[in-house]
C-alpha cells in the first residue's frame, strides 16, 4: 500500500538509501535535509525511476522549519503516515577535549530534533488516528565508550524519548506506532561529522574494516513499516555481523 513518508536526514547515509527503497516500493516520500542540492538530486532520481517525491530544506534543530517539512507533506499528499526522525551528528570526543560546541550540536540536532519531529508530527496523526515514527538510535544508544559520552546520552535518550512514546500511544488507542532502529557501523558520511582528527582517523579505519551499506538497514525500517497496522515492531538493532 502507498504510503506519505517523510524522513529528516534523506539528503545522504541511512536516510537517503531509506528513501529511495520506500521509494521503489510506491511510497510518496517527503524529503526533509539541510543541503537543497542534494535533495534535489535524490528526488529526481526517484522521480526519473518513475517513484513519487518531494523536499523541504529542513533544519530539524529549528522547530518552524521542522513544522514546514510536515506542512509541505499535508499540502502535497494531505497525510503523514510515517514519520523518521533520522537526522543525526557524531562529533565524537573525549570531555577533556572540551568540545561544547560539538556537545551541543549533538544534543540539538539528536535529541531536540527529534522532539521537533514529534511535536510536528504527532498532532496530525492524532487526527488522523494513524501514524507511525522511525527513530533513528543506535548500538551506541545501548552502550557507551571512551569518548562516546555525549552521543550515546542523546541516542540512549531517542530510545527513552521512543518508549514513552510508544506507551503514551499505546493508552491512547490512537493506532500511532513507534519504532526505534539501532544501527552499529554503517558506510555513510557520519564520519564526517568528528571534528577531533584523531577520532575521525580512528573511526574512518574501523569504519572500512566493519562497516555495512546503509541500504541494509533500510530493508529493516522497510519490514517494521510493511507490518500489518495491528503489530508494532518496536526495536530493531542491526549490526555489522563482524562488528563486536
Ligand atoms: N552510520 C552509522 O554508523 C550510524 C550508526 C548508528 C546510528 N546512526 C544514525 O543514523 C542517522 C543517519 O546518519 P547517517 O549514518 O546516514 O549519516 P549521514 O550520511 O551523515 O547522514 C546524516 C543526515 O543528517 C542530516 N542532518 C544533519 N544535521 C541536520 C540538521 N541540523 N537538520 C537536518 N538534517 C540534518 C544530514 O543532512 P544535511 O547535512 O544535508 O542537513 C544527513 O542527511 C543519524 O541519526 C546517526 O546518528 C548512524
Redesign the pocket.
Known sequence: MSKVIVI?????????ATAELLARQGNKMVL????ES?LQEIVKKIKDANGEATYAV????DLASVKKLAQTAMDQYGKIAVWMN?????PQSTFIEGRVEDWNRMI???LR?VLNGIAAALPIMRKQASGHFIN?????GHATHPGGGVYSAT?AGVLMISEALRQEEAQAQSNVRVTVV?????????V??ITDPNVKKGTAQY?DQV?IS?DQIAKSIAFAINAPESASINEIVIRPSKQA
Not at 529528516?8 to 537517503?16: E, K, R, V
Not at 529542513?58 to 534543530?61: E, F, I, L, W
Open positions: 529528516t536526514g534523506a539528503s545522504s547515509g541511512i536516510g537517503q526533509g535535509a539541510r543541503r542534494r529542513t533544519d530539524v534543530t533520522n537526522a543525526g551528528v557524531m540539538d540536532v539528536n530534533g533513528t538510535s543506535s548500538v551506541a541516542k539501532s544501527p552499529g557501523a554503517i558506510n555513510t558520511e557520519l564526517n561529522s569504519y562497516a546503509p
